[in-house]
């Protein structure tokens, strides 16, 4: 089991950016990745790394705006996110696992998970 711990989130006004920070101890994996679930809605994709491929994923209507980094050194892997809007608001989880191309985004992919971290955007 890999243990996943979440940090930095908080509330922002809209416009304003965040850094979320996954730190990973535990067995390997190789690849890591970000959901959000907000109240009322299922759990969705947000952005993943995998690093045997060096590949990222972004969810089409977030490319642009979040960016997923990894420090390899750290084990730790951050989401970069810019020009936050309201409906960015949700609990956002980071997951480990070994997702292939097609369970990378999605849940199914990740066997660990963090707690969550909550990230506000006010309007």
């Known amino acids: 089991q890999v243990e996943l711990k979440e940090s930095g989130g908080g509330l922002v006004q809209a416009g304003g950016s965040l850094r979320l920070s996954c730190s990973a101890s535990?067995?390997?994996?190789?690849?890591m990745g970000w959901f959000r679930q907000a109240p009322g809605k299922e759990r969705e994709f947000v952005a993943a790394f995998r690093w045997t491929t060096n590949t990222k994923y972004y969810a089409d209507e977030l490319k642009g705006r979040f960016i997923v980094s990894r420090d390899n050194a750290k084990d730790t892997v951050y989401l970069e996110m810019n020009s936050l809007r309201p409906e960015d608001t949700a609990i956002y989880f980071c997951a480990a696992g070994r997702p292939i191309t097609s369970t990378v985004r999605r849940t199914i992919g990740y066997t660990s998970w963090g707690q969550g971290t909550q990230v506000i955007v006010s309007s």
């Open positions: 535990g067995r390997t994996f190789n690849g």
